[in-house]
């Protein structure tokens, strides 16, 4: 232990130099549940980071649902599901997420790191392809890693670019992607990438952590935008903790799949069962999420406005459509310095480097909530213009 020590001493001071060291933040507090602010280092801050699109995470329905079954049931599940650890408000909200998916059968897991590990290994093995979108989840990437397959990474959202690769294959067992890339907030090409599955035999996965609850007409995520069928996409990848404002994440497919995953899917067998309050909390989101469809729409216009905002000020962002804003700065030192400037006026955007992004497209990373309003969406577009100026000028 000691011998290794000088080594991750080293290692470290490597990532301070090149500003590439992270440090957490301790949130002491969020003031008011309807509103987007958190409280840090003592400040109140307009939170433009977190993942809680529709505003849910602090909603008082999600916490009575949550001590209300621990009342009932007690904090920990106490086993994995296969032993004693599952239980009906597990078994409820599988269902719920069938229903609201359109699929067969889903099955919950602890987080969305584990249910696409979980995918990846259970569907390729040794000796077989798997084809992964360059930007795609880290969790893919491990899964695909864990699975032994080989791994082949085709160009950002091109399904040409995937074409291309799978040629050079004898088969793909499975192509995998994010639905709403989490960095830069647009769309893979889901109708190219299904009929290009369909023609291989593969499996296609779509991890669509960030367009459930948010993208398409009723907000069922990029399956409903692009129109597609569980039979074009078969495997489809759904987290809790963002959208929902509550934690875990899914799997929903056909019954056989599901009963494949629980046969076979080792992020599922060897753990401990997700908390069943925490499974309360979900189905009350999943309630809201519903019930509440202002939430999706407030949340698109205060897209469309921000864009706008930030556009005629200057800002340089991308194409995306979804609340997913990223503003590219390019090194890491500099998009370090434009968080604290923007700190320091009291908007919380966390700056995002390598290896999160590749190196050299360091970035803010805006999202927007269904709780911002939009005076607070001018203000930031004017300090974000001001930020981006000022690293202009000191870059020239
Ligand atoms: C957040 C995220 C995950 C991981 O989900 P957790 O439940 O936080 O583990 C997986 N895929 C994508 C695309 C994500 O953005």
Request: proline share 4%; aromatic share 6%.
């Amino acid at each position: 232990m000691k011998r290794a020590a000088p080594a991750l001493e080293a290692a470290l001071a490597q990532l301070e130099r090149s500003q590439l060291r992270r440090v957490r933040t301790t949130v002491e507090g969020c003031p008011a549940h309807s509103r987007a602010l958190i409280i840090a280092g003592g400040r109140e801050l307009i939170d433009f980071s977190s993942n809680d699109y529709l505003g849910l995470a602090h909603h008082p329905s999600l916490a009575a649902a949550m001590s209300a079954c621990a009342a009932r049931t007690g904090a920990g599940s106490g086993a994995s599901h296969l032993i004693t650890g599952h239980g009906s408000e597990h078994a409820l909200l599988e269902e719920e997420l069938a229903a609201y998916t359109g699929r067969e059968r889903a099955l919950l897991f602890s987080t969305g790191y584990m249910a696409n590990l979980a995918v990846m290994t259970a569907l390729s093995a040794r000796g077989e392809c798997v084809l992964l979108d360059r930007l795609c989840h880290a969790s893919l990437i491990d899964g695909a890693r864990l699975s032994g397959a080989t791994l082949r990474r085709y160009r950002h959202a091109d399904a040409d670019s995937a074409a291309r690769l799978l040629a050079g294959e004898r088969g793909a067992a499975l192509i995998a992607t994010d639905g709403v890339f989490s960095m830069d907030g647009d769309l893979a090409p889901l109708p190219q990438l299904a009929r290009l599955a369909q023609r291989a035999g593969a499996w296609l996965v779509v991890d669509d952590a960030h367009g459930l609850g948010v993208v398409g007409a009723s907000g069922r995520g990029v399956l409903e935008h692009f129109g597609l069928s569980s039979h074009a996409v078969p495997v489809l990848v759904g987290t809790l903790g963002k959208a929902f404002g509550s934690f875990g994440a899914f799997v929903a497919g056909d019954a056989d799949l599901i009963e494949f995953l629980i046969q076979k899917a080792r992020t599922y067998i060897y753990t401990t069962a997700l908390p069943q309050p925490v499974a309360a909390a979900t189905r009350a989101a999943l309630a809201l999420v519903q019930a509440e469809s202002w939430r999706r729409e407030r949340l698109q216009a205060l897209t469309a406005y921000f864009r706008r905002a930030a556009l005629e000020a200057g800002v340089p962002l991308g194409p995306s459509a979804t609340p997913i804003q990223p503003v590219l700065l390019g090194s890491a030192a500099a998009a370090l310095a434009a968080q604290r400037e923007l700190a320091q006026a009291g908007f919380w955007v966390v700056a995002i480097r390598p290896p999160t992004v590749p190196a050299g497209s360091a970035r803010l990373r805006v999202t927007l909530s269904a709780l911002h309003t939009e005076p607070q969406l001018d203000a930031l577009a004017g300090q974000l213009a001001h930020a981006c100026r000022r690293e202009r000028s000191s870059a020239a």
